[in-house]
């Protein structure tokens, strides 16, 4: 959440180092005086440093202010996302349609620009061959290596094979233009229609 500011008549202390409306330092101040610059500028008197001493405000539109750090905090969440690694699970005795729809959430997700944690779940016995673990991992990343790519060599963890795939950038950029180019292609053929022609228009009764 967007930090919270003590605004105008919250600001009880005294004194304070005001910063003006354009940056400029303008020194320190009564609270008092401050206010009143602030009334005669139609900005907020708004305390951004209130550890320093004596305390940091500025003059500034708080409304304005707020909605820009609520929109950075937007965009910083929405990068975090978007770097975030997904996890698909195989087990080891795996069919050929399980195979073909994980990858494809495995592809999906590459697309997306998101790493993606693969992992191999031996049970019991099969934790023994841990080579059927490897041939999976290494049949998943020849099936996607036009759009990812290990990151290293696969890594046991109990009773767990891992292995991270990551997006190539550049198919990842040239998949999402094409998908644009798509979309663009169909904007045009519904904007072209060839136009309809005029209805032919009766003869007139004899008389």
Known sequence: MAKE?????????????????EGEQIGIIDT?????????QGLDLVMVSPQAVPPVCRLLDY??????????????RKRA??????????????DDHDFKTKTGHVRRFLEEGHKVKVT???RG??????ELGERILVRVAETLADIGAPEGMPSMMGM??????????????????ADEEGKVDADKAETTLP??????SEAPANA
């Open 81 to 94: 996302r978007s770097h975030e690694v997904k996890a698909i699970k195989f087990r080891v005795k795996i």
């Open 160 to 177: 767990d094979m891992n292995m991270i795939m990551a997006p190539k950038p550049g198919a990842v950029k040239k998949e999402r233009l």
């Open 125 to 130: 016995r099969e934790r023994t061959h841990p």
């Open 32 to 40: 008092r005086d401050a206010m009143n610059m602030a009334r005669e």
């Open 5 to 21: 500011h003590k605004v105008n008549e919250q600001i009880r202390v005294r004194q304070i180092r005001l910063i003006g409306g």
């Open 195 to 200: 136009p309809t022609q005029p209805e032919a």
């Open 120 to 122: 191999i779940m031996f």
């Open 63 to 76: 409304g304005r202010f707020r909605y820009e750090q609520q929109q950075n905090e937007k965009e910083n």
